[in-house]
Nanobody, 115 residues
Framework: QVQLVESGGGLVQFGGSLRLSCAAS????????MGWYRQVPGKQHELVAS???????VYADSVKRRFIISRDNVKGTIDLQMNNLQPDDTAVYYC?????????WGQGTQVTVSP
């Protein structure tokens, strides 16, 4: 059974930092491209950052130079270090694992940034 379990969300003040983690199980983690997406009510999922199986990274323009994605192939985890958080970063953040047609999602973790 595949599980992606996110942790680390919460309430933070404008300019603060949070670190999200996603622990994967039930997949051959090293093969998977991993990513963080976010969603606010009424809008579609937005890619925040991704890291491929060979550790190439992509960031949304809005988070470049503020967020850092990393993966640990031994632990089967990805992290998202979020710095200088803005109110517009408020969303539910989802972990994603993708390998060909295999596409898995976590349950999401809420991040709220107060003005």
């Amino acid at each position: 059974q595949v599980q992606l379990v996110e942790s680390g969300g919460g309430l933070v003040q404008f300019g603060g930092s949070l670190r999200l983690s996603c622990a994967a199980s039930g997949i051959r983690f090293r093969l998977y491209d991993m990513g963080w997406y976010r969603q606010v009510p009424g809008k579609q999922h937005e890619l925040v950052a991704s890291v491929t199986h060979d550790e190439s990274t992509v960031y949304a323009d809005s988070v470049k130079r503020r967020f850092i994605i990393s993966r640990d192939n031994v632990k089967g985890t990805i992290d998202l270090q979020m710095n200088n958080l803005q109110p517009d970063d408020t969303a539910v953040y989802y972990c994603n694992a993708r390998w060909f047609s295999n596409d898995f999602w976590g349950q999401g973790t809420q991040v709220t940034v107060s003005p």
